[in-house]
């Protein structure tokens, strides 16, 4: 496993874990909040965004100036598709064409604790390869969506929340890359090996990009007339699909289809699992917040659906 990545992705998902810990327990305590601190006000500031932004209470004018409009997630998927395009022809490449990838990039590799002279299969590659592929597509219907689909409202996110989202969309395709020895390819013949796992983890994916997507097509819905015409820019309660169950399936299929990832890896990717527990606890915590908002704003909201994971969380 290439180490100093694999550090990475494990520290970030324990900070996010931490982070709902830290809020569950602010949240029970007498009061409900994290009291008026400066650092409390900075901590709700930083795991807040969107329509959850002020469920800390009213932010003080010197965090206000920290924010950007949360329709900005646009950039987080324009800079996905460009960059891991990239990277996808530079694999492709390498992958079919014999190709070695630039020497910038074999440095950075080793960097990172991969080995070059590791073993590798052509099942390796094509696993790695295909992943890069269902990145770039998710990438690029949440970009679509973001265009095309949903209905922004004026809500902000916190301008480190917004430079964290450029930088994650880079690191995740080059996670993705370091995932096989970038120079074995020079000179040899190429072959495609097609496993179990590469089927499942697609099927896994298609299933998972469909509700994501039926999902954000009724939270848009609920903005628009039947005539598709802008209405309304508030927030109500959705039903339908995956809403049945729990308040944010959007979030639940964006963790299946990283999931639906590590098992087109062939399961074993310990890199790409580390980056799921990631995607768990950010998305777990996201999704706490919102279910939260609802059950404050709407008094009728539905007992039974649960926050995150449908019957769990
Ligand atoms: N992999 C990651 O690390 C990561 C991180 C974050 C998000 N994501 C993914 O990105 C996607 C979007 O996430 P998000 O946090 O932006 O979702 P979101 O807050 O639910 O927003 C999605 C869209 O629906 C609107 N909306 C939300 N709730 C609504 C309601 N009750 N009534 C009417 N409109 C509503 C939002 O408008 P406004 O918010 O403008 O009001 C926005 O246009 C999700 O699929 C998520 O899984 C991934």
């Not at 960059?83 to 390498?94: E, M, P, R, Y």
């Not at 080995?115 to 690029?140: G, I, R, Y």
Request: charge should be positive; charged fraction near 10%.
């Amino acid at each position: 496993m290439p180490a100093g990545l694999g550090a990475a992705w494990a520290l970030l998902a324990a900070a996010f874990l931490a982070a709902l810990l830290l809020h569950r327990a602010q949240a029970r305590r007498p009061g409900g909040g994290g009291g008026g601190g400066i650092a409390s006000g900075l901590f709700q500031d930083l795991i807040r965004y969107g329509k959850t932004k002020n469920g800390g209470g009213q932010r003080p004018a010197w965090l206000r100036r920290c924010q950007v409009p949360k329709r900005w997630f646009t950039h987080f998927y324009i800079v996905s598709v460009l960059w891991n395009g990239f990277l996808l022809i530079k694999l492709f490449q390498a992958k079919f064409l014999g190709a070695a990838l630039a020497l910038w990039m074999q440095q950075l590799h080793s960097a990172f604790g991969r080995d070059l002279q590791s073993q590798n299969t052509d099942s390796e590659h094509f696993s790695a390869l295909l992943v890069l592929l269902l990145l770039w597509l998710h990438s690029f219907r949440r970009l679509a969506e973001c265009l095309c689909t949903s209905v922004f409202s004026n809500g902000v996110i916190h301008v480190v929340q917004y430079c964290f989202g450029l930088g994650y969309y880079i690191v995740l395709g080059t996670t993705v890359l370091w995932q096989v020895p970038i120079n074995v390819r020079h000179g040899k013949e190429s072959s495609v090996q097609i496993c179990w796992y590469h089927v499942i983890g697609i099927v896994v994916y298609i299933w998972a990009s469909l509700h994501q997507h039926r999902c954000l097509v009724i939270l848009a819905n609920l903005r628009k007339s039947k005539s598709g015409k802008v209405v309304s820019l508030s927030h109500s309660i959705p039903f339908g699909d995956w809403f049945e169950r729990v308040s944010c399936p959007h979030y639940f299929a964006e963790l299946l289809i990283y999931v639906s990832m590590a098992i087109t890896f062939g399961l074993d990717n310990v890199t790409w699992w580390l980056v799921v527990m990631y995607v768990l606890f950010n998305q777990a915590l996201a999704a706490v917040l919102c279910h939260e908002f609802y059950q404050t704003k709407f008094t009728s909201y539905p007992k039974h659906r649960k926050a995150f994971i449908p019957f769990v969380f």
